[in-house]
């Protein structure tokens, strides 16, 4: 079938009826519950505009010829990676880059492990054609995934088969002729409620041995699999009007947990069971890690354009743009953002073949990318914070402006140099759903862990940077300076 409307995308959410749970009631119809509807119609709205701009967000699928999703491309050149990155911008700048967890980041994960899928045969051939059959049926479906990658946090000094309580963590039950049986819990699905399947990939911020085999796995399920359950975190969608919350009201994702009560997954839809090694390889040698991050770099970019134009619009409105330290702040903003740009640019233009043929962008320049962001992101916030000061706070409900009573009196008082005070309250209240909501405060969090712990990440960055180059340059320099090495003996 071809790629699927928002309409489709709704519907299909009503059929499954996933076993959804949120304030400790089950979810009966999450398109129309207030903490789910919101952003099911964003991302509804999502499968729309691909119809709306076709040339950019569709494209003749090589086996049906169907017109499917951009974002499953597997591009075979340069341009065909910038196309699915324009894509990926596309929908990006329907949310300002706020939604994270958009169908294209998994998207393009299945793409690259279904390619890239030689790594599993190692275990069994079967493993390897399943996740590129997965591939061809998620483009051809265009399936929406949210994906769940750790174990829940008990004893971080010990291994998952050390803990008190081993079996919580999500494992291995069964294995049986026609599929296996997996229990326990995993962390942390967003958009785990409102997406046709999950998958389940092994998490590699811990090396692991064989004594963790029973957990790993790695395999993917329909979201209204007999068993399986998502327990949502309170909501931060108020429910209000997208002038009180300009982005929770529309692209509040959600974040759950995940139960397996004894949930069997039927051997095609397995890739990895029980073998450690191979789950600590899959995202680099599937180059999985490089095109989600390619992904998640072009969203970024986009996402710092949007915090920069908020930022440019607040000091025009209220007349601080010709102060040095503004100024000076708004640089900051600029620089990083043609610093993501740059980093962008040169993982298409560096991109080379890999051996299934697929386009893959330089990972050195994405993976410095990819540490950058977690570490100046709270700053860029921080800088908005400053600079919205007190404005930040004046912030009069929607409710307040069409009151008969204070209506007038409320945008008078808070006009700006060039808005009338509805116009300027919007704008800050934007502000301040990007830096100080519930909204705002994960968007903070969620960028600063989105691939692990940034000082671990940090670490494995500088291990395996090659250093050689620039030790050997600056004792070349040393050696030409010294005439005669003095005689100590």
């Not at 995308?9 to 789910?36: C, M, Q, S, W």
């Not at 409710?399 to 116009?423: C, H, T, W």
């Not at 692990?452 to 050696?479: C, H, N, S």
Request: proline share 4%.
């Amino acid at each position: 079938m071809p790629a699927k409307t928002g309409a489709q995308y709704k519907e299909r959410l009503k059929k499954a009826r996933n076993n959804v749970f949120i304030d400790g009631a089950r979810v009966e119809d999450p398109t129309t519950h207030p903490a789910f509807k919101n952003v099911i119609q964003s991302m509804a709205n999502l499968y729309d505009l691909q119809y709306d701009q076709q040339e950019t967000l569709l494209y003749t699928s090589p086996t049906s010829g169907t017109q499917v999703g951009m974002t499953f491309l597997q591009p075979t050149s340069i341009d065909d990676l910038i196309r699915r990155r324009e894509a990926i911008q596309a929908w990006a700048k329907t949310s300002g880059g706020m939604m994270g967890r958009s169908p294209d980041y998994l998207n393009a994960e299945v793409m690259a492990m279904g390619m890239n899928n030689e790594l599993f045969k190692e275990a069994d051939p079967m493993f390897a054609d399943n996740a590129r059959a997965y591939y061809e049926y998620a483009r051809e479906n265009d399936i929406s995934l949210t994906h769940t990658l750790i174990h829940p946090q008990v004893n971080r000094e010990k291994a998952q088969h050390e803990q008190k309580d081993a079996n919580m963590a999500l494992h291995l039950v069964e294995k049986k002729s026609d599929g296996i049986v997996v229990d326990g819990v995993r962390l942390l699905a967003t958009q785990g409620g409102i997406t046709d399947e999950i998958l389940v990939f092994p998490s590699t911020v811990k090396p692991a041995g064989e004594l963790d085999d029973p957990y790993s796995l790695a395999f993917v399920v329909p979201n209204n699999t007999e068993g399986l359950s998502f327990i949502s975190r309170e909501s931060f969608d108020q429910d209000k009007s997208t002038y009180d919350h300009p982005l929770s009201s529309r692209f509040e994702e959600g974040d759950a947990i995940v139960h397996f009560d004894n949930v069997f997954v039927p051997w095609e839809k397995v890739f990895v069971c029980g073998n450690s090694s191979i789950c600590n390889r899959t995202f680099k040698e599937t180059n999985a890690v490089v095109h989600m991050s390619h992904q998640v770099v072009a969203k970024n970019v986009i996402k710092t354009e949007f915090l920069l134009g908020t930022v440019l619009n607040i000091m025009d409105s209220i007349g601080i743009d010709g102060f040095q330290h503004v100024k000076d702040k708004g640089t900051e903003i600029m620089l990083t953002l043609e610093t993501m740009k740059s980093h962008l640019y040169r993982s298409e233009q560096n991109a080379t073949l890999d051996r299934s043929g697929t386009m893959t962008p330089d990972f050195e320049a994405l993976n410095a990318a990819r540490n950058y962001y977690p570490r100046v992101y709270p700053r860029l916030v921080e800088i908005l914070r400053i600079l919205g000061a007190s404005g930040l706070m004046g912030i009069p409900s929607e409710a307040d402006f069409q009151s008969p009573e204070i209506g007038m009196i409320v945008n008078r008082a808070l006009q700006s140099k060039n808005l009338q005070g509805y116009e300027r309250v919007q704008l800050f209240r934007l502000a301040w759903d990007m830096t100080l909501s519930a909204f705002g405060s994960r968007q903070m969090h969620y960028e600063y862990y989105f691939f692990g712990d940034p000082i671990k990440m940090g670490m494995a960055y500088f291990d395996q940077y090659d250093k050689e180059p620039y030790k050997q340059y600056v004792q070349d320099f040393l050696q030409q300076t010294t005439a005669v090495k003095p005689n100590f003996s």
